[in-house]
């Protein structure tokens, strides 16, 4: 099964990062926007593993959920990767809440590593994936659109880790979440 590791938002979040994606749209360029329930922070994608791993990995992130706290998270500004000027995906910033996220994504990625998964090559940065850029067509209309919106600072608390299931379709991904471990106390 297609499988990947994510934090997952509340609704204020989610609604709010929607209401920029429909700022956005006007721009008239060729992007693919994430759906507003699609919306989430991805950790590690694992991509096709067998099921008998699955149950090892939700033990992992039992493991580091269970030494970790909940924390708040805030979003913050919009950008896009490699960078604004040739944007092939455009984002949500993370601000408060960045460094936590940055290490439970080490730790994923390092306790990963040793069921055989590849590490990440690339440094962690939080961010929450709105769009992709399937073109050129209209990126500095794009740029424009991104530099003038003001995102609200909503936040959320973060209580846990998200095992989740991605099956791909003609309408695009449908995630199903297969295991919520609980940040301690949470």
């Known amino acids: 099964m297609r499988i990947f590791i994510a934090i997952d938002f509340s609704e204020e979040i989610k ?3 929607a209401q920029a994606e429909a700022h956005l749209k006007y721009s008239g360029a060729d992007v693919k926007w994430v759906e507003k329930d699609n919306i989430h922070l991805t950790l ?4 096709e593993v067998d099921e008998k791993k699955v149950e090892e990995i939700k033990a992992i992130l039992d493991n580091i959920a269970s030494g970790t706290r909940p924390f708040e998270t805030t979003i913050k500004d919009l950008g896009a990767f490699p960078k604004i000027e040739y944007p092939r995906v455009v984002w949500g910033g993370i601000d408060k809440g960045a460094g936590e ?17 590849e590490k990440e090559t690339r440094s962690f940065a939080a961010h929450l994936t709105i769009g992709r850029v399937r073109s050129p067509k209209n990126k500095e209309k794009l740029k ?16 846990e880790i998200v095992l989740f299931k991605s099956t791909l379709t003609p309408k ?6 297969l295991h919520e471990a609980k940040l301690l106390g949470a």
């Open 172 to 177: 695009g991904s449908i995630y199903t979440k």
């Open 15 to 17: 609604e709010s990062l």
């Open 44 to 47: 590690k994608f694992l991509g």
């Open 101 to 117: 996220l940055k290490i439970i994504a080490e730790k994923v990625d390092e306790a990963l590593s040793k069921l055989g998964f």
């Open 144 to 159: 424009e659109k991104m530099l003038s919106y003001k995102l609200s600072a909503v936040s959320c608390k973060i209580n």
